[in-house]
């Protein structure tokens, strides 16, 4: 039974790793390694339950519709929080700074989560805490990757100036070009802080991190390596929620 799970998972790690999304039973025998009779045998197995369907005219194989069912269902039960909680918790051991959790909504975003520094000196924003979508480095990278229509009207009204929208603007395509923000006194005076995103399996952006530190008290080298972790862990939690590079 165990071979023969190892064998269909290596039927199927062909099928979905390749550029070729349709297999004669002779081109998977050959990708894998086993007998033609196997490969058969595994694959009229795994028809029978959605997993892979044959082409009739053709007698080629694809990969079957269950695997999308199966995605989106354990997509559906995917927390965002649930998922970055380990990451996050590394990443404030890393950096020793406190670290953040943030989703929009609306105009705002909402802090559902934070790791706190493990330093006696420590940066405090409450977990519910609501902070106007325009300010701070965890927001600007959530704008920098929404649609452009929705950023355009959320700024009308967060920033009455038209000059200023336009700067604005102009700073979001900055940050999408990079990957990440950062921001300086935006929220409270005399802090840090660097934002990286959080995509789903779509490339919608779900939320994103960011690194909080006093501003005189961090230097070039320690902002490169705020920089550095807080991107390596958007990433983390993005792979981890189903992001397909």
Known sequence: MIQSIDRAMLIIE?????????WLVAELAKETGLPISTVYRLLQSLEMHNLVSQIEHTKQYELGYKWMELGLKKYEKLDIRHVARPILEKLA??????????TPNDDVSII?????????VRIIDSIGERIP???GAANKTMLAYAPPHNTDALLQRLILEEGEREQFKQQLRSIKRKGFAI???????????????????EGTVLGAISIEALEMQTTEDQLDHFIEKATEASEKISSAMGQIK
């Open 93 to 102: 051991k890393e950096v020793e700074e406190t670290v953040y959790l943030n």
């Open 133 to 135: 979508m325009n300010i």
């Open 112 to 120: 559902i989560d934070r790791i706190d520094s493990p330093r006696n």
């Open 183 to 201: 921001s300086i006194g935006e929220k409270t005076k005399g802090t840090l802080a660097v934002g990286a995103p959080i995509f789903d399996f």
């Open 14 to 22: 062909v099928m979905s790793d390749s550029q070729k999304d349709k």
